[in-house]
Nanobody, 121 residues
Framework: QVQVVESGGGLVQPGGSLRLSCAAS????????MAWYRQAPGKERELVAD???????NYADSVKGRFTISRDNAKNTVDLQMNSLEPEDTAVYYC???????????????WGQGTQVTVSS
């Protein structure tokens, strides 16, 4: 299977910046999409941003112009640079990786454990 491990996160004041990183590892034939989702207390998990293997990106309207997703295909890693953070960005952030395994050419959809981001003064 594929393991997904996040790092980064923490407490930051409004207007500050944080960088999240994520690495996917396993017997992957290909890694199609890497994405960041978030889930705030009492709310559903939502897409923050995603990026495909060609570098095409997609952002939630609420983070456009403030967050930047980037990817290193050679290392199977994805980063999320978060600037101008707002209290509304407080949530657990999850990394997601989707692609295909060598084994039986089975598709996979793997999640990390999540990392807490708190924006507060």
């Amino acid at each position: 299977q594929v393991q997904v491990v996040e790092s980064g996160g923490g407490l930051v004041q409004p207007g500050g910046s944080l960088r999240l990183s994520c690495a996917a590892s396993g017997n992957m034939l290909r890694l199609d999409v890497m994405a960041w989702y978030r889930q705030a207390p009492g709310k559903e998990r939502e897409l923050v941003a995603d990026i495909d293997s060609g570098g095409r990106t997609n952002y939630a309207d609420s983070v456009k112009g403030r967050f930047t997703i980037s990817r290193d295909n050679a290392k199977n890693t994805v980063d999320l640079q978060m600037n101008s953070l707002e209290p509304e960005d407080t949530a657990v952030y999850y990394c997601n990786a989707r692609g295909r395994l060598w084994r039986f050419f089975q598709d996979f959809n793997s999640w990390g454990q999540g990392t807490q981001v708190t924006v507060s003064s």
